[in-house]
């Protein structure tokens, strides 16, 4: 950054302290043998000063002092309180006028500009006057430089918004220029802080966004505006520098836990102020947001939504980022869809998961070329790996109810599940979460499980599950006994599965134990209430489907083969 220096004398500025009714003044004066004839207030501070250089150079001052008689001894009073800058700026003006030095840069360019122009200390008044010089330094050194022009404009912005457009709009016109400057020709210096990243390094094509996320939501939207009409920036550029402003304005509530509620409760004004603050700056992120797919990932939309829901933003807003997100929810972890509430960031809005997987699911609705179905498809199978990873956090809440749960799980379609590991292991951990469920609950929950779509390991697990009903157990146990039976058909040797035939034996006894009081509770409950004729068919079909396993896990592998070899060779006879 480039400094401009004026004036040679060393500061003799000094401070006092003074309490007039109750309210303490900061008085700041000048090293003189001359007593001061000038009483300037700006703000709390109050300004002994000479009107001889004063006067000279400002010609704001000359008009208040016109009627003033010379004569008088007294100080001639004067009151600068809406002066931009405030007192810092008025004080660099003063010491101009005393020849005094002062480092101009571009943090406090724009206020002494404001302030100079302000007193009116310009050609007119005296030659080599203030605003001349602040203004040549402004063309000549800060509009040239990166980090100047954006302090500058961040400056400009804080004092007057809009209405100094003689300073905010050349900073944007040279900020502007500079992003569209191809990466290879880049010669100034940057903020740039990724991962990876040196200095010897090319600039990356998103050198920029760093620097430009210090501004304003309002002038940094006008810089992306600007950039965006260009059409010489791709729209993932555009959304790589709204996540570089969202990751330094809003606070992810995933991350900042119950603290926020804990400032929220100590202090309701501040934390109301913040909140309306990072509502306006979500909402303006989300309206930049460009069209087009891929400009940003689905993470990002949805930690948007998370912001969006903590901070209470539009409905408007929130329909946006959930469309949005349900488009790229593939995109998605897990983590992501974990929605804090807002009056409880220990709890999750699973409403709003939901709404984006029904916003994702519509899209299949659609009629789509074969090529783009195939996307889809695998794009469904990596939703329902990821939702049911969702279920399984979600399991561990001990306030969530079996009904609630079993709608979530509902919520894909039958076909989006290649394999139902990742839901076994959400009602599992779902089961040991509350251990208190009734035993038609637990029947509701595991019928969602497919056993044949479980992985053998899976399956050897859920065998070996004491959560488990004895039903499932049973399906689970028809179905290792199909496996196992079906490659012997193949003349393949498979060796029996040990939590299988461990399980056998359970099997048995909790058949005894379970069955009178399960019969109990299913009269009881409006699911599945078998007659007792059912009930003895089913203990049938368990006394012959452990007798069944306990034989075939006996069976010696040999005597097997050789059985098989003997059938193979009698249907042989038998075509012939």
């Not at 040679?8 to 000094?14: C, E, L, V």
């Not at 600068?80 to 810092?88: A, N």
């Not at 309306?276 to 990002?300: D, K, W």
């Not at 959930?322 to 709890?347: C, T």
Request: include cysteine; charge should be neutral.
């Amino acid at each position: 950054m480039k400094y401009m220096k004026l004036g040679t004398k060393p500061d003799t500025f000094y401070t006092e302290e003074a309490v007039s009714f109750e309210l303490l003044w900061l008085i700041r004066s000048v090293v003189s043998d001359v007593p001061a004839d000038l009483i300037i207030h700006v703000n709390n501070t109050k300004y002994q000063l000479h009107k001889f250089p004063l006067l000279l150079k400002c010609g704001l001052l000359q008009r208040l002092c016109s009627d003033t008689d010379d004569g008088d001894e007294d100080p001639v009073p004067v009151a600068l309180h809406d002066i931009p800058g405030g007192e810092e700026a008025f004080e660099l003006c003063a010491k101009f006028c005393y020849g005094i030095s002062v480092s101009i840069g571009a943090a406090n360019l724009v206020p002494a500009m404001l302030a100079a122009r302000f007193l009116r200390m310009t050609e007119a008044v005296a030659k080599g006057n203030l605003v001349a010089k602040l203004e040549a330094f402004f063309d000549s050194c800060v509009l040239q430089g990166w980090k100047d022009s954006v302090a500058a404009l961040q400056a400009a912005w804080r004092i007057s918004g809009w209405s100094e457009s003689r300073i905010v709009q050349p900073c944007i016109d040279s900020i502007v220029e500079k992003i569209l400057t191809p990466p290879a020709k880049v010669t100034w210096s940057y903020t740039y802080t990724r991962p990876g990243y040196t200095r010897k390094s090319a600039p990356a094509k998103d050198w920029w966004t760093e620097d430009i996320s210090e501004l304003d939501v309002e002038v940094f939207r006008s810089v992306i505006s600007t950039v965006r009409a260009s059409l010489q920036l791709p729209p993932p550029l555009i959304g790589e520098a709204l996540h570089v402003y969202t990751c330094k304005h809003l606070v992810d509530p995933l991350r900042a836990g119950a603290g926020a509620g804990a400032v929220a409760n100590g202090q309701a004004a501040q934390a109301e102020e913040a909140l309306a603050r990072q509502r306006r700056v979500l909402e303006s992120i989300v309206t930049m947001i460009p069209a087009e797919p891929g400009s940003v990932t689905g993470r990002f939309l949805l930690r948007l939504l998370r912001v969006a829901n903590y901070v209470g933003a539009s409905s408007s807003t929130r329909a946006q980022l959930v469309r949005q997100a349900g488009s790229q929810l593939h995109e998605a972890g897990a983590a992501d869809l974990l929605i804090p509430l807002p009056s409880d960031p220990q709890a999750y809005d699973v409403g709003a998961a939901e709404a984006v997987l029904q916003h994702f699911l519509a899209q299949f609705q659609r009629p789509a070329p074969p090529d783009e179905r195939r996307r889809m498809s695998a794009a469904m199978g990596k939703v329902a790996r990821t939702f049911d990873e969702y279920l399984r956090t979600i399991a561990l809440d001990r306030d969530f109810p079996v009904a609630k749960f079993v709608d979530l799980v509902e919520c894909l379609p039958d076909i989006a599940r290649s394999d139902h590991d990742g839901l076994y292991y959400a009602i599992d951990a779902y089961l040991k979460e509350h251990p208190e469920l009734s035993k038609a609950d637990k029947k509701r929950l595991c019928r969602l499980i497919d056993c044949r779509k479980l992985s053998p390991d899976v399956r050897a697990q859920a065998i070996s599950n004491d959560q488990m009903p004895l039903r499932t157990i049973v399906q689970l146990l028809f179905v290792e006994q199909e496996r196992t039976m079906g490659a012997a058909s193949h003349g393949t040797a498979v060796a029996p599965d040990r939590a299988s035939a461990d399980a056998i034996s359970r099997l048995t006894a909790r058949t005894n134990e379970d069955e009178p009081a399960s019969s109990s509770a299913d009269h009881k409950s409006d699911v599945h209430r078998p007659r007792r004729d059912h009930a003895r068919v089913a203990d049938g079909a368990t006394t012959a489907m452990t007798r069944s396993l306990s034989a075939s896990t006996k069976t010696p592998l040999a005597g097997r083969k050789e059985r098989t070899t003997e059938e193979r060779s009698s249907r042989m006879r038998n075509k012939e």
